[in-house]
């Protein structure tokens, strides 16, 4: 594994690790389908959560930032195929927690479905 892997895994832990604190429910991690992925899938209460992970420590850059809109279409996509795939008519929303040398940064619901 590569430092870059390595790093994305760590961040991935961390932010598993803060939503376990706040009361979430972790359900699954790294849920791929061809064309898409999702880092983090959690339960907070009845609401299904897709959470993107997005750790960077190079100066001036925001791990926010690197969120673009192609990558929001395919994190739709792959959420409506997940939760097609269990048959969920449960409420959802998109998360991203964003890491760096500032620390953690959770962003709730930062799109509409």
């Given at each position: 594994m590569g430092d870059r892997q390595r790093l994305g895994r760590t961040a991935e832990d961390q932010a598993a690790e803060?939503?376990?604190g706040l009361g979430y429910s972790l359900v699954t991690r790294r849920f791929r389908v061809k064309g898409g992925e999702i880092d983090l899938v959690a339960l907070d209460g009845d609401v299904v959560?897709?959470?993107?992970?997005?750790?960077?420590?190079?100066?001036?850059?925001?791990?926010?930032e690197a969120i673009g809109e192609t990558k929001v279409v395919r994190w739709q996509r792959?959420?409506?195929?997940?939760?097609?795939?269990?048959?969920?008519d449960r409420p959802y929303r998109f998360d991203v927690i964003a890491i760096?040398?500032?620390?953690?940064r959770h962003h709730r619901h930062i799109f509409n479905a």
């Open positions: 803060y939503l376990l959560v897709f959470v993107e992970v997005k750790v960077r420590y190079a100066p001036g850059y925001l791990p926010e792959t959420a409506e195929e997940y939760m097609r795939r269990l048959e969920d760096d040398g500032n620390g953690l």
